[in-house]
């Protein structure tokens, strides 16, 4: 599936989200990246795991706009998002990969 990453996070009012003391605005990148890199205590990634999730990581870092992800790494970034995130950041994104 192909997927914009450079989409900007809005809140409820359709504003951009900033992140921190930066103030730059909240990517849906910058949640894929913290979803794949998030890792559970009860689950040990194999290294192919690894390796996969590092290798998609550098890809959503060099990305222009949109890039075409697997499944199984839209699956990571789903189960981990709403372990991360509140409904606001997980919905988009859950909307956006559903879509």
């Given at each position: 599936m192909k997927i914009n990453?450079?989409?900007?996070?809005?809140?409820?009012k359709g504003q951009p989200i900033k992140q921190g003391e930066t103030e730059e605005i909240l990517t849906l990148g910058d949640v894929m990246l913290t979803a794949l890199n998030f890792t559970d205590k009860d689950k040990k990634l194999t290294p192919k795991e690894s390796i996969s999730i590092y290798r998609e990581s550098l890809r959503i870092v060099d990305a222009k706009e949109s890039i075409e992800f697997s499944i199984d790494i839209l699956k990571i970034v789903q189960d981990n998002?709403?372990?991360i995130y509140g409904p606001l950041i997980s919905?988009?994104?859950a909307s956006i990969i559903e879509s």
């Open positions: 990453v450079k989409t900007q996070m809005k809140d409820y998002v709403v372990q919905g988009q994104v």
